[in-house]
């Protein structure tokens, strides 16, 4: 069964604590991204990762960290400099022109 | 600098009529026009994709047209229906590996 595996699907945290999303997959895909969505809002890039022990910071990198030792994996780590981090959390993989969405992690932080 | 903006923000439909989604592009250098569409609380999926050395593309009821000269695609959905309702995004990917530039979402609502 390949694909994209978020977890877990619902993640609720006290403020102030750091958080970390998990992100695996078995597509053999060199490239990997970290969107956050907003509730009716579009998808906003955090990170993405080209190839193994390298990643770039996109639009909105404050508060967040990855880390990519591996090709299957590429976690995210909501820090508590995050002043907003209630969000639904996309992972996508990327073969030459598409991109391949997880299911997403839906962080509540109160 | 937005790469690829897309209109309108929420569009609502009557169920059998067609749904019509605007998106344009600045850079030329892209090469591959894909429409995604997301369901509540799912992730995005890739729904049918383009490539600028044709004019439309059409899988079913989906039809992508696309205008090289004025940098603009569209999205239609003929014959909507109440299972289309989703969100939509047009994307640009301007090379392998690189930043994927994603429209700002359409809001899709098929009314029965």
């Known amino acids: 069964d390949g694909g994209i595996t978020q977890s877990p699907k619902y993640l609720f945290r006290k403020e102030g604590q750091n958080v970390t999303l998990s992100c695996e997959q078995n597509?053999?895909?060199?490239?990997m991204y970290w969107y956050r969505q907003d509730p009716g809002q579009g998808l906003r890039l955090i990170y993405y990762?080209?190839?193994?022990?390298?990643?770039q910071k996109g639009d909105i990198a404050e508060g967040y960290s990855v880390s990519r030792e591996k090709k299957e994996s590429f976690p995210l780590t909501v820090t508590s400099a995050q002043k907003n981090p209630t969000a639904f959390y996309l992972c996508?993989?990327?073969?030459?022109?598409?991109?391949?969405f997880g299911p997403g992690t839906r962080l509540t932080v109160t | 600098q937005q790469q690829v903006k897309q209109s309108p923000q929420s569009l609502i439909v009557q169920k059998g009529g067609i749904s019509i989604i605007n998106c344009a592009y600045e850079?030329?250098?892209?090469?591959?026009f894909p429409w995604y569409q997301q369901f509540p609380g799912k992730g995005p999926a890739l729904l049918i994709a383009?490539?600028?050395?044709?004019s439309e593309k059409k899988e079913g009821r989906f039809t992508i047209s696309f205008n090289k000269s004025a940098k603009q695609f569209s999205l239609h959905i003929m014959d909507s229906q109440p299972g289309d309702s989703a969100t939509y995004f047009c994307?640009?990917?301007?090379?392998?590996?690189?930043?994927?530039?994603f429209g700002t979402g359409t809001s899709l609502t098929v009314i029965p």
């Open positions: 597509l053999n895909h060199d490239a």
């Open positions: 994307a640009a990917p301007p090379n392998t590996g690189n930043q994927f530039y």
């Open positions: 996508a993989t990327q073969d030459r022109y598409e991109q391949y």
């Open positions: 850079n030329t250098a892209f090469d591959y």
């Open positions: 383009i490539r600028p050395d044709v």
């Open positions: 990762s080209q190839i193994v022990n390298d990643f």
